[in-house]
């Protein structure tokens, strides 16, 4: 796998390991408010060919508070 391949899924794995451990009822919720952030703004582009080519993340439905797209 290459690094930048691999640094994407690690990062996606800590990401889902992270909202598991979220939904215990005895979670640390400044450690998640803290490092959650953090490891979204970490994640790297995502690797090509992950998407289809005519893939627009800027498409799709608005949700509420979502403003300007």
Do not use: K, W
């Not at 952030?37 to 893939?55: N, R, T, V």
Request: aromatic share 10%; glycine share 8%.
């Amino acid at each position: 796998m290459c690094p930048h391949c691999e640094d994407f899924a690690r990062t996606i794995l800590m990401l889902g390991q992270l909202a598991l451990y979220a939904d215990n009822t005895d979670a640390d919720q400044d450690f998640i408010e803290i490092v959650g952030p953090s490891l979204a703004a970490s994640l790297p582009e995502p690797p090509p060919g992950m998407f289809p080519a005519d893939y627009d993340p800027t498409e799709g439905p608005e949700y509420p508070g979502e403003e300007g797209f």
